[in-house]
């Protein structure tokens, strides 16, 4: 059994700069090939915020690109999502994923793809 355990959250500013962290744990050996987030606002689908994958590439969500980063430390088996320029409409439940496999890249936006989530942390931009 895998856990995703997220922190970081919070309300901030428009503007603003927030960084979650997701640490993995499990009983056995897990050494995920792709680690990152997805984000879920309300009436909306899970969409692609950020992910990393085992060989340093990453892939971003279009709204987040330039704005946010995603970065790894193997050794502890946790993900950093630093969120600059923070602008309202970031506002979301953010969950940590995880995956054993490499997934292909047309399908790296399919929240159905990934093995593993953290229960979720809110954030919320607004003045």
């Known amino acids: 059994q895998v856990q995703l355990v997220e922190s970081g959250g919070g309300l901030v500013q428009p503007g603003g700069s927030l960084r979650l962290s997701c640490a993995a744990s499990?009983?056995?050996?897990?050494?995920?090939?792709?680690m990152g987030w997805f984000r879920q606002a309300p009436g909306k689908e899970r969409e692609l915020v950020a992910m990393?994958?085992?060989?340093?590439?990453?892939r971003y969500g279009d709204s987040v690109k330039g704005r946010f980063t995603i970065s790894r430390d193997n050794a502890k088996n946790t993900v950093y999502l630093q969120m600059n320029r923070l602008r309202p409409e970031d506002t979301a439940v953010y969950y940590c994923?995880?995956?054993?496999?490499?997934?292909?890249?047309?399908?790296?936006?399919?929240?159905?793809?990934?093995?593993?989530w953290g229960q979720g942390t809110q954030v919320t931009v607004s003045s």
């Open positions: 990393t994958w085992s060989g340093s590439s990453t």
């Open positions: 994923t995880a995956s054993a496999r490499r997934v292909v890249w047309s399908a790296m936006t399919d929240s159905s793809q990934y093995d593993y």
């Open positions: 499990s009983e056995r050996s897990f050494s995920p090939n792709g």
